[in-house]
């Protein structure tokens, strides 16, 4: 039987959570798993090479690449040193209190698969190429493709982001400020307002079986692919099934929208939008009625699974989100 097509969109933990559970899916299912990741991360390593070098911030990348990284010993190796980050030299010599301060180091705060990226991208001047050549590298058992070639800014109206003035509207400019914002986004904007989709991903989005969106912080990990024109006409146009993967708790960037805010978003942004399955957590729905009206409005059913860690924390678990996905995206049309 040939391999079912997916192509899940995201960023950072939420999308990484993705990719393993579709992992998690063989050999009940065959999946050939593109991942399209946002390319709006200012913070932290990514924010600081993309400050100093250009290029495409390469963090919620490398985090794509590692989630897919194959199982062999050695490219498992390759994986946890991606994974590595430095740190100050007063932590790796163990300089304590009254100690000489180690003086600032330039390696700190990076992962190291986020330097392999950058170079990547400047030797070979092609983004897909250098994460083709990383997943070489990683033995990836998918593909991992920016949703443009292109860095872009994400922008948004918060109604509140001043506490003092909660009434206010103002524009918070940049991924990291718009996803620790305490205020109520009213509107979501890219800067360039339409950056040129990364070809491939359009290819892959056109001769897909399968569109998965979420889990992820919503508004700067998954509506942002929405918000690029090419990629929302090539969604829309899709013959591929739809799937939203719903997150298990609100973050800061989305305090005050309750689940069923989170599929008329989605609407919201790209009003053509249809799915076919809504895939959440029974304990955090709660109430299931309005998520499910949510969810028709859609045109998709809806499908309670516990898909949860089972520590409390609002993680999923891969194996528990790997098994809720096989009976879904091993449905026969």
Known sequence: MTARKVVAFGGGHGLSASLRALRRCAPEVDLDITAVVTVGDDGGSSGRLRAERGGLPPGDLRQALVALAGDHPQTRRSAGLFQHRFVEPAAVN?????????????????????????????????????????????????????????PVGIEARVRGADPDRPDDVRTVTGQHQVAVTTGRVESLRLNPHAPAACPQAVEAIGTADWLIFGPGS????????????????????????????????????????????????????????????????????????????????????????????????????????GAALVPVLGADR
């Open 94 to 150: 163990g300089h304590g209190a009254g100690g000489t301060a180690a003086p600032a180091d330039g390696l700190a705060g990076h992962a190291v698969g986020n330097l392999v990226l950058c170079g990547l991208m400047e030797l070979l001047g092609d983004p897909v190429a250098a994460l083709e050549h990383a997943g070489a590298m990683l033995g990836t058992v998918g593909r991992v493709l920016p949703m443009s070639c292109q």
């Open 218 to 321: 919503w508004y700067t990990s998954v509506l942002p692919h929405l918000l690029v024109p090419e990629l929302a006409a090539a969604i829309v146009a899709s013959p591929a099934r739809r799937l939203v993967t719903l997150n298990l708790a609100a973050e800061k960037e989305t305090l005050g929208l309750s689940v069923a805010d989170h599929l008329a978003a989605l609407r919201w942004y790209l009003p053509e939008l249809k799915a076919d399955y809504v895939l959440a957590d029974s304990k955090a729905v709660g109430d299931p009625e309005p998520v499910e009206r949510a969810a028709e409005s859609l045109g998709a059913r809806l499908v309670l699974a516990p898909v949860a860690v089972t520590d409390g924390t609002p993680r999923h678990d891969p194996a528990a989100l």
